[in-house]
């Protein structure tokens, strides 16, 4: 189930003043290294929760047509589908229409789930013949990401920032227990 990243985020969800102020930073000499960090946390943010923070673009890339009708989306919070498209054993597409399937964003992770009455073509190629073209995130703009894990990416900004690559593997324990309500768990 491999994801493929179309559009990455427009904007951070923590800015470089927030970090800067955060740092207690006022010097302008770090603003570059800060702004990367701020880019890394982000992305171990996302990492940790299973979460698309920022509005993004995504396919999900699935190697066959799910047996049950129902594919999960691995990201959540999921905005929308854009299309589904099938690709047979030539690797011509196929789109399917969006009245043979219903969009489910309330669940979490969210699905796709396809109408009974639909049936896939029996000649799918063996590898990627499923395509979700979907946006997740929790907006366009940083106040729409919770408080919370704006302060986490913040707090590991700082862990960053001072340890320069010397610090213990992993996210601080502040950001950990602030992250930890929106891990996403499989079971």
Known sequence: ?????????????????????HLKVDATDDD???GTLITAARA????????ALIAQSWILWLDAFPCDGVAEIPLPP????????????QN??????????????VSRPGRVVFSCAFVPPANLRRRNAVAVAFDAGYGSAASDVPADIREA??????????NRGDGPDG?????????APYRVFKL
């Open 171 to 179: 996210e601080p324990l502040a950001a950990q227990a602030l992250l």
């Open 1 to 21: 189930m491999p994801l493929q990243l179309v559009t990455p985020p427009a904007l951070e969800p923590v800015t470089l003043a927030d970090a800067k102020a």
């Open 44 to 51: 171990r943010a996302e990492w940790h929760t299973g979460r």
């Open 92 to 105: 011509a597409d196929i789109a399917v229409d969006p009245a043979n399937y219903l969009v489910d964003t």
């Open 78 to 89: 999921l905005v929308g589908v854009d299309n589904v498209t099938l690709y047979d054993w």
């Open 153 to 162: 990416i913040l707090e590991i900004v700082a862990d960053l920032y001072v």
């Open 32 to 34: 570059a290294l800060i």
